[in-house]
């Protein structure tokens, strides 16, 4: 498994378009997929960003855990509920929603740091 690692630095216009680090762009790509799935970070003013592989395996994880628990119900609203699916233009740039644009309190530059599996 390829891992996202170190922190880039990118400006984001006017228009939420921002290039996607490179050895970031890597890792997405491995699947085939030129997307990935972004969602509010439920610990951190962030946004929380990981492969689409990444989310089937939560989801498979969910799909263990009783379907009427509190867990469950919790990690489904906080993750499913808000994530989104980010496309890569062919120049490596994505638009970012809005709506994860004001809640991580983006202007002119974001910091892209890895965690391993995800990067925020």
């Keep these: 498994m390829a891992l996202f690692l170190a922190t880039h630095i990118n400006k ?12 970031f762009r890597t890792v997405l790509t491995l699947g085939e997929s030129q997307q990935f799935v972004a969602f509010r ?3 951190y003013q962030a946004i929380e960003c990981c492969t689409l592989a990444r989310m089937q395996q939560l989801s498979e994880g969910v799909d263990q855990l009783d379907i ?7 990690f489904t609203a906080a993750i499913f509920a808000d994530a989104q699916q980010i496309s ?6 994505a638009v970012l929603p809005q709506i994860l644009i004001e809640y991580a ?3 002119e530059s974001a910091a892209f740091v890895g965690r391993g599996a995800t990067f925020q």
């Excluded at 009427?68 to 919790?74: K, N, R, T, V």
């Excluded at 890569?88 to 740039?93: E, K, L, N, W």
């Design 105 to 107: 309190g983006l202007d």
């Design 41 to 43: 970070s439920y610990k």
């Design 88 to 93: 890569i233009d062919g120049d490596g740039r």
């Design 68 to 74: 009427f628990s509190e867990a469950q119900d919790d």
């Design 12 to 23: 984001l216009d006017k228009k939420g378009r921002i290039s996607i680090p490179s050895s």
